[in-house]
Each structure stands twice: as structure tokens, then as C-alpha cells.
């Protein structure tokens, strides 16, 4: 089974602070992505990776940074965190082919105070 | 703005009725995903759907793809309390490669 990690379940945060969310994937896999996901918004992709060192800004990357030096692991970056960035973060992997199915961590509640 | 749209939002039903969720999308899709996300869980994916008029079943969810491949439909036949839960439909454009999410159905069921 494919197995999708993230640093840490709860998180809480400052203004202003530097955040890092840590995503790992025992896969292989070559796409991972990174969501937030907020209620009757359903999920709204923030930046996503094709492969290590690649990445691509998705349709709310204003705020956040991305960096994937290994192939198993993408990291999500808020750069100075405001309290419009208190959300629900999902990291996804993909699986390659025809299917592309996406396997989604458990997610990390971040709360900026 | 969002391009995949899904009504509805809520929906409650008493247990051994029947649910269905819709998804629409402004333009044609490559293929649509579903996705269920238990309450306190993360979203797992369900089914894909890629050719035009596609049904596909799973015990009692049918999943529908439209024929011009720009909606899609999941319908739960007699519901059950294990059912609860957020179902979100995927939509990927061909040229781009990247999913677009629904908002969601949140699906509650009374025993």
C-alpha cells in the first residue's frame, strides 16, 4: 500500500512565523502535491511537482513556497504565516500511468494566531 | 474561480434512502475522479471515469461520466450509516494534467 506521511497532525502558528509542512511518499511516485482544503471550498491545489528540483505554482500559491530536493519528499513553505492561511493542508502523491489516482496524507491543521 | 461545481453541498437522508451527488464542469474533461473523505479522515479515491457515457458500479454506488464528458453523477442505493462522509468529484483537463476538485457533498445518514 502506498503510504502518504505528513510532520505533523495539529500544528499552531504565529503571524509572521516561518511554517514548514513536511510531506514523505514510499512510492516512487513522481507527481506530489500540495492542497488546501477549506469548508465549501473543497480542495484548491496550492503547488504540485512533476519531479525533484520541479515544481509548478497550482490556483492559490500566493503565500507559499514549495521545495522538493528528494523525490520522496515535498515541503510546503509559508514564507511569513497570516491568520487567512489557518486551513486544513493535504500533501498527495500520484500514481504514474493511465489511472493517476491520487493518495492523500492525513493532513495537517494549521492554526495562525 | 472554481470549474468543477457539485451540488449539493449537504445532504441528510434517513437511512435506506437514496443519494446522489452532481458534478458539472465548464469545459471537457480527459477523465473524472471520485473521492470519499470520512469525517477526521483524508480523501480516498474511489473510481475513475474516461470515456463518454461511462457507468460504472461499486456494490451500491453508480458512477456516471456524461456523454459529452463535462458531468458526472454518484448515486448510493439504500444507504447505510458507513456511508457518511464527503464525496468529492475530480475533474482532470487533457491539457493540463492537474485535478480539479469539487466542493463536495457532505453526506449525512440517520439511523
Known amino acids: 500500500d502506498v503510504k502518504v506521511t505528513q510532520s505533523s497532525r495539529y500544528l499552531v502558528k504565529r503571524t509572521g512565523e516561518k511554517v514548514f509542512l513536511e510531506c514523505v511518499q514510499d512510492m516512487d511516485h513522481e507527481n506530489m502535491f500540495w492542497y488546501r482544503q477549506d469548508p465549501g471550498l473543497g480542495l484548491r491545489l496550492i503547488y504540485f511537482s512533476y519531479d525533484v528540483k520541479m515544481k509548478e505554482k497550482g490556483d492559490i500559491p500566493e503565500g507559499y513556497s514549495v521545495s522538493r530536493e528528494k523525490k520522496e519528499r515535498f515541503s510546503l513553505i509559508l514564507e511569513s504565516a497570516s491568520t487567512n492561511q489557518t486551513s486544513m493542508y493535504l500533501c498527495a502523491s500520484q500514481s504514474p500511468g493511465g489511472l493517476g489516482e491520487q493518495y492523500f496524507g492525513p493532513g495537517t491543521r494549521l492554526t495562525v494566531t | 474561480g472554481q470549474q468543477v461545481m457539485q451540488i449539493p453541498q449537504y445532504q441528510h437522508v434517513q437511512e435506506g434512502e437514496d443519494f446522489t451527488t452532481y458534478c458539472n464542469s465548464s469545459?471537457?474533461?480527459?477523465?473524472i475522479q471520485w473521492y470519499k473523505q470520512r469525517p477526521g479522515g483524508h480523501p480516498v479515491f474511489l473510481i475513475q471515469l474516461v470515456k463518454s457515457g461511462e457507468v460504472k458500479k461499486q456494490k451500491r454506488l453508480t458512477f456516471q461520466f456524461g456523454e459529452a464528458k463535462k458531468n458526472s453523477s454518484l448515486h448510493i442505493t439504500a444507504t447505510q450509516t458507513t456511508d457518511v462522509g464527503t464525496y468529492f468529484c475530480a475533474g482532470r483537463r487533457s491539457n493540463t494534467g492537474k485535478l480539479i476538485f469539487g466542493q463536495g457533498t457532505t453526506l449525512q445518514v440517520k439511523p
Open positions: 469545459t471537457t474533461l480527459s477523465n
